[in-house]
């Protein structure tokens, strides 16, 4: 190789290496902090009766069914911002890209850290272009860009923190082990997927710092204890939590066997994106349900060889298996037997669980490639990622748009044609709305959001009888959802069924206790129609 190319190099991945990583990120981010709430920021953030906080406790308390229910810290975050930016999104945008910043340097200093410990001979230029290319990798854009996978982003830099820390302790051992059993805390209330950590740590330290289990013990057992107490924290926050319908062991939609035959497909699909990262998602409620494993058997068996790979080269001692087995461990809490019946596939779920396969890339290249070829490859493919990240951040520039690729990319996802009404009638578009709630039908002929939008939709244009059908129609698929009950018996009220009207509106008052206004509405309609009647 070329002296002065090999100088060059040496000098961009040594101290300056923090820079240009946090210059990259910047750089891939930087149209992406005007994006208005969208999907899961609606209940999170948008909707959140804890928004502004009415005392100190509710700081860490979120609404049911939202991503930061049972994840106190996530709530304090966001109650930081809200208290800092209100409603302005560009402040809420600019946490998330900070955090991330913050996430790429701990996965640089890691890999600089444990490949300095094995005697890498080129250690500091693996490390940095594992957390360059990370860094601006397009998989991760959905959790950066949607802000309630905020989760994501703090459970991940957690996690690094602790494995940063762990490292570190082995010769300073005193701050570095309170800072490690903190980290592994701060993680715990962040998102379950922390779960694994305590784990991981143990495996990290056999195989790159004490070189065996019984050492790993003996030297640091105070720690490693410490770290698994957390898991205390862990099933409190659990325990608290209201996730709604979104988690559930008991679930007649989704069982815990169709939920791991199901998931065979899923993190087989993650991992074509992050070898090829396009036709990207922002929602996958489309996705089949695998109800045996006969129906994703390539799949299955495809990641049955990859797991005993993994764990046959961890027993050996290689630091790819240990690698391939924290991929797994990663994935391990949303991709197993509970279902997520929310998401079941969700492309924020490799946010972190990427940096393992990319560090194996990236060390596979260094090892087998001639020496030149870790500097061509992270030149080449730094800017082309961060290229498609950019791209992929302007269909997050607008509600309209990231429906609109998500439409494009699963065309038989009714969530999504749905979401695309909603956001087309924000901005005006009516008739195109109308056409993407019924599009959603032909997807889901149950959709009753679908139903209810396209309800109110004819409401508007005097057209009581197809309001009065699709009212109809989404009352039926959703009997308890009182408010489309209401949006029924007004619109009857209106075309003169007092008897019909009376009937949904009686019930809505007899079962509408937490809303005064609602019920005042419910009562002065319900006196209307038993005047007519």
Not at 153 to 166: E, P
Not at 413 to 433: C, D, P
Request: charged share 15%; proline share 4%; with cysteine.
């Amino acid at each position: 190789m070329n002296a002065k190319i090999q100088s060059l190099w040496d000098a961009l991945t040594g101290r300056a290496a923090p820079l240009w990583v946090v210059a990259a990120c910047a750089l891939a981010y930087a149209n992406a902090l005007d994006g208005p709430f969208v999907f899961d920021d609606l209940p999170a953030i948008v909707l959140n009766e804890h928004l502004p906080p009415a005392s100190f406790t509710e700081c860490f308390a979120a609404p049911a069914g939202s991503t930061a229910s049972g994840r106190p810290l996530v709530a304090l975050s966001f109650a930081l911002n809200h208290a800092l930016f209100g409603t302005e999104v560009t402040g809420w945008h600019a946490t998330n890209l900070i955090l991330h910043i913050l996430t790429a340097l701990a996965l640089l200093s890691l890999a600089r850290e444990t490949l300095k410990r094995r005697g890498h001979e080129r250690g500091d230029a693996a490390a940095f272009a594992i957390a360059l290319l990370w860094s601006v990798h397009p998989l991760l854009s959905d959790a950066i860009n949607l802000i309630a996978s905020r989760s994501e982003l703090m459970v991940s830099l957690a996690y690094l923190c602790v494995l940063l820390c762990l490292t570190k302790s082995t010769t300073d051992a005193r701050p570095w082990s309170a800072l490690c059993v903190l980290a592994c805390l701060a993680g715990m209330v962040s998102k379950e997927v922390m779960v694994g950590a305590p784990l991981i740590a143990i495996a990290w330290d056999r195989s790159f710092l004490s070189g065996s289990w019984r050492a790993a013990w003996r030297e640091r057992r105070g720690l490693h204890l410490s770290l698994a107490s957390t898991w205390f924290v862990l099933a409190a926050c659990v325990w608290a939590s209201d996730r709604g319908e979104s988690v559930s062991l008991g679930t007649t939609v989704v069982s815990a066997y169709e939920s791991l035959c199901t998931q065979a497909g899923a993190i087989v699909h993650y991992l074509r994106l992050f070898f090829w990262p396009a036709a990207l998602s922002i929602d996958y409620a489309d996705w089949p349900v695998a109800r045996d494993f006969s129906q994703v058997l390539p799949q299955a068996l495809a990641l049955l060889v990859l797991g005993v790979l993994a764990l046959c080269r961890f027993i050996s001692r290689h630091a790819d298996g240990l690698l391939l087995v924290i991929f797994f461990v990663i994935l391990w809490p949303s991709s197993s037997l509970i279902p997520l019946t929310g998401e079941l596939v969700a492309e924020h779920r490799m946010y972190l669980a990427s940096a393992p396969l990319l560090a194996l890339l990236v060390l596979a290249v260094q090892r087998y490639l001639p020496s030149g070829a870790l500097i061509a490859l992270t030149l080449l493919f730094t800017p082309t990622l961060l290229m498609l990240t950019r791209a992929r951040n302007e269909e997050w520039s607008s509600a309209r748009a990231i429906w609109e690729s998500a439409t494009v990319v699963r065309p038989a996802n009714a969530r999504a044609w749905n979401s695309l009404g909603v956001a087309q009638k924000i901005e005006g578009r009516l008739e195109e709305a109308a056409r993407a709630w019924h599009e959603a039908l032909l997807h889901d002929p149950d959709d009753y959001h679908a139903h209810g939008n396209l309800g109110k939709h004819y409401a508007r244009e005097n057209d009581a009888a197809r309001s009065i059908h699709h009212f109809g129609l989404a009352v039926k698929a959703e009997p308890d959802d009182l408010g489309l009950r209401f949006e029924l018996g007004s619109i009857l009220l209106v075309t003169g069924d007092a008897s019909g009207a009376e009937e949904h509106l009686s019930l809505v008052l007899r079962l509408a206790s937490e809303s005064w206004e609602f019920r005042e509405k419910a009562e002065r309609r319900l006196a209307r129609a038993r005047q007519q009647r």
